[in-house]
């Protein structure tokens, strides 16, 4: 029989160091002078309390983690880490159901953006704060943090690692140890998040708001501090530093390092995902742009302007807006959630299917279509200038079928609950791809608060299997996996 008490031995170990954590909005709380230290500091006493008599009881179980051990604790530290999260909402507001408060949480940690609070303008600053910085934590992912200082923890964190960085060859790495390498991911994830913050401050955010926007821009979170989102501030400038910060956390985080190493942008052109992520943004703006002008919505820069911002937002699962894509022809809006899909490089926060699955997807359906003419010919398919072999394609297929079919399965669940078709398939989408706001009910002039509790546990697991990217949990329900 598998046993899982030396995970939650690790588990309570990450959730002594999830506490600490949640000082820092407990700081913010005190210096703001806001109604929710009581709620922080009091999440942060019982998170410390219960983590440390978990750690205690179980301390006779600690040993190396297993390789299947990595996929359990990575699922559960999503779970439990999402729970507490959910602690300071629900403490704070007098009338929010604990559904509520964990479908905020879960938007938050995975980066999607999908919000159930109004009045997010007179919102106690941690509490904005808090929701920032959980777009930020799970932007790297909470696990690579964990991977960094587990040594010191006396766990291995190999496996964890491989579970949670989402890509085709999991086992490539950037340094020789993997608390090196998850360390350099976070020196180079908190160096572009703080030229981001300057960046917004000077384009004439304020300091909070520059803070804010910033974790939550370069981690493709897709929070805001304002219920009208980027439209609040009405500004190309900023609109300009966020498509940057945007476009620069959906790359592979490889091509980052390459860019520090050389010390040369050529890097970001070499690697054959971020060329094709480029090229079909730039057509798609400009075919859309073209279209939105000449049926009246904008005037050509206005058009270039909004279907700019709004389609490497969305297209890349970032989630801002600057205007009500709702309204839009469906035609553009199905064509920038279909983007969502496919656009976001391996190795960066963006959801979807990634950009390096869909072309090793298309390169074999091509030399299928090649072998039906030449059936004795030997094609060889390359990515990045390295072949890929035959069983990493069928994965890539196995995974996007399973993807589609997770789209199409909680798209008719949502139907059978009482959604409409369109807000269902694009809250399906929105949540899986880690983008937030979908269309119809949940479009960036609404948000998810109007769902019934159903609808929203659903959206929240739909959620976790995008940003798990679905066989890390799909493998916890196959009976060989509980097996010695």
Request: hydrophobic letters at 55%; charged letters at 10%; glycine letters at 8%.
């Amino acid at each position: 029989m598998y046993k899982i008490a030396p995970i939650v031995h690790v588990l309570s170990k990450l959730a002594v160091l999830y506490a600490v954590l949640l000082l820092v909005p407990t700081l913010v709380s005190y210096l703001y002078h806001d109604s929710a230290f009581n709620a922080f500091a009091g999440t942060t006493l019982a998170t410390l309390a219960g983590s440390t008599a978990v750690w205690a009881a179980t301390r006779k179980h600690d040993r190396e983690l297993r390789p299947r051990d990595g996929f359990t604790l990575v699922f559960l530290l999503w779970l439990g880490f999402a729970a507490i999260s959910a602690l300071p909402f629900y403490l704070y507001f007098p009338n929010i159901g604990y559904t509520d408060a964990f479908f905020e949480a879960v938007s938050g940690l995975t980066t999607t953006g999908a919000t159930v609070m109004s009045s997010l303008d007179t919102l106690a600053p941690s509490l904005n704060f808090w929701r920032h910085m959980m777009n930020w934590l799970g932007g790297m992912g909470i696990i690579v943090l964990a991977v960094a200082i587990l040594p010191m923890l006396g766990v291995g964190g190999t496996q964890l690692f491989k579970a949670e960085i989402p890509g085709i060859d999991k086992d490539s790495k950037m340094a020789p140890r993997i608390s090196q390498t998850a360390k350099r991911l976070w020196l180079v994830y908190l160096t572009f998040t703080l030229l981001t913050c300057m960046g917004l401050k000077w384009a004439g955010m304020g300091w909070f708001d520059a803070v804010c926007h910033a974790m939550s821009a370069f981690s493709l979170g897709g929070f805001s501090t304002h219920d009208a989102s980027i439209a609040f501030f009405d500004s190309p400038a900023i609109e300009a530093v966020l498509i940057a910060a945007t476009l620069l956390g959906a790359v592979n985080f490889a091509s980052h390092f390459a860019m520090a190493r050389e010390k040369s942008p050529k890097p970001y052109w070499r690697d054959e995902e971020a060329r094709a992520m480029l090229t079909i943004l730039a057509a798609s703006i400009a075919a859309a742009s073209v279209y939105m002008w000449q049926q009246g919505y904008y005037t050509p820069l206005e058009a270039l302007r909004y279907v700019g911002f709004n389609f490497v937002s969305i297209g890349l699962a970032n989630g801002f807006a600057n205007a009500d894509f709702a309204t839009w022809p469906l035609l553009v809006t199905l064509w920038m959630f279909f983007l969502s899909n496919v656009l976001a490089n391996t190795g960066s926060m963006g959801g979807g299917i990634k950009m390096a699955r869909a072309l090793v997807l298309a390169k074999f359906s091509l030399r299928e279509v090649s072998l039906l003419l030449h059936p004795n010919a030997v094609r060889t398919v390359k990515l990045n200038r390295r072949s890929i072999s035959d069983r990493t394609a069928m994965a890539v297929m196995a995974f996007i079928f399973v993807y589609f079919m997770t789209v199409v399965i909680f798209t008719l669940g949502l139907l059978a609950s009482g959604m409409d078709f369109i807000t269902a398939l694009s809250a399906t989408i929105a949540c899986i791809t880690n983008a937030g706001p979908g269309l119809g009910a949940v479009g960036p002039a609404d948000n998810y608060a109007a769902l019934s509790g159903l609808q929203k546990w659903m959206c929240a697991a739909v959620m976790l299997l995008g940003r798990l990217e679905i066989f890390t949990v799909f493998i916890l329900f196959t009976p060989d996996y509980w097996k010695k």
